[in-house]
């Protein structure tokens, strides 16, 4: 069956860095579009970047130049780079298989205190 689960997250100081890791398995990775997305308190889910096959990224405005989206199709694993963090960063952050049938990952906390 599919499975994403997601590694990385944790608490960081403004203008701190994290990477979140997303493990894929139980389809072809390398064929599917992958997405990170995140979820503020009390706020709508929220599409934060994109990969596709051929390795296209698109990021909301507020990420850009910030956070850098990649996969490495030999290990199914999508990745989230998070620079210069922000407080009205911190979320829960999910990983999605984007293509096809939808599925998500577990979700992982990201806090960054001011």
């Known amino acids: 069956q599919v499975q994403l689960v997601q590694s990385g997250g944790g608490l960081v100081q403004a203008g701190g860095s994290l990477r979140l890791s997303c493990a894929a398995s139980?389809?072809?990775?390398?064929?599917?579009?992958m997405a990170w997305y995140r979820q503020a308190p009390g706020k709508q889910r929220e599409l934060v970047a994109t990969?596709?096959?051929?390795?296209?990224?698109t990021y909301v405005d507020s990420v850009k130049g910030r956070f850098t989206i990649s996969r490495d199709n030999a290990k199914n694993t999508v990745y989230l780079q998070m620079n210069s963090l922000k407080p009205e960063d911190t979320a829960v952050y999910y990983c999605?298989?984007?293509?096809?049938?939808?599925?998500w990952g577990q979700g992982t906390q990201v806090t960054v205190s001011s």
């Open positions: 999605n298989k984007m293509s096809g049938v939808a599925y």
């Open positions: 139980g389809y072809i990775f390398r064929l599917h579009t």
């Open positions: 990969i596709g096959r051929p390795g296209t990224t």
